[in-house]
T-cell receptor, first 111, second 114 residues
Framework: QKEVEQNSGPLSVPEGAIASLNCTYS??????FFWYRQYSGKSPELIMS????GDKEDGRFTAQLNKASQYVSLLIRDSQPSDSATYLC???????????FGRGTSLIVHP | KAGVTQTPRYLIKTRGQQVTLSCSPI?????VSWYQQTPGQGLQFLFE???????NKGNFPGRFSGRQFSNSRSEMNVSTLELGDSALYLC?????????????FGPGTRLTVL
């Protein structure tokens, strides 16, 4: 059973639209949640971390966490072609040093 | 602060050879983790080091080993290379903030085994 699940996509959205990326996890004692962006051929780059239920906003990005339903999402407002990448969700349980990564969702923003 | 550095960036080896990859974490970070990333398996955890001690280990064969030095720089070694070891090897520098620990990845080393 996969511990962190993401739809592999690709998710295709038009420029200027809101892209919604979702991630579910199975470990109920997970406490830390991360979103990374990875361009093709590059390494993952941290976008946001979230630790409490609710929304966390940073520029065009909003992370949403619902621990009761065991999901975390990433919204990208005013999507740009430069946002086209694979987005990795990572989840870490309390007391652990190492997060578990999902396989990532490929996002394509077309002009 | 300078970011995570990894050397070399690209490597081509043949089966049976061994390889050593190097990682220097962000200044002040004392923990590093290593991952293997392949298209088929995604990001897979290799091991994590803190203050020169291996603190966590993933499910990889003994051909994969690592170490950390007193200056927090880390190396990983793969012996008796196999074709399936071709991958992007990523080092992550860990911020050391307890429950708020965050991993910052280096640019990676692209290893090709022929």
């Amino acid at each position: 059973q996969k511990e962190v699940e993401q739809n592999s996509g690709p998710l295709s959205v038009p420029e200027g639209a809101i892209a919604s990326l979702n991630c579910t996890y199975s470990d109920r004692v997970s406490q830390s949640f991360f979103w990374y962006r990875q361009y093709s051929g590059k390494s993952p780059e941290l976008i946001m971390s979230i630790y409490s239920n609710g929304d966390k906003e940073d520029g065009r990005f909003t992370a949403q966490l619902n621990k009761a339903s065991q999901y975390v999402s990433l919204l990208i407002r005013d999507s740009q072609p430069s946002d086209s990448a694979t987005y990795l969700c990572a989840v870490r349980r309390g007391g652990s040093y190492i997060p578990t990564f999902g396989r990532g969702t490929s996002l394509i923003v077309h002009p | 602060k300078a970011g995570v550095t990894q050397t070399p960036r690209y490597l081509i080896k043949t089966r049976g050879q061994q390889v050593t990859l190097s990682c220097s974490p962000i200044s002040g970070h004392r923990s590093v983790s290593w991952y293997q990333q392949t298209p088929g398996q995604g990001l897979q955890f290799l091991f994590e080091y803190f203050s020169e001690t291996q603190r966590n280990k993933g499910n990889f064969p003994g051909r994969f080993s690592g170490r950390q030095f007193s200056n927090s720089r880390s190396e990983m070694n793969v012996s008796t290379l196999e074709l399936g070891d071709s991958a992007l090897y990523l080092c992550a520098s860990i911020s050391g903030q307890g429950d708020y620990d965050t991993q910052y990845f280096g640019p990676g080393t692209r290893l090709t085994v022929l």
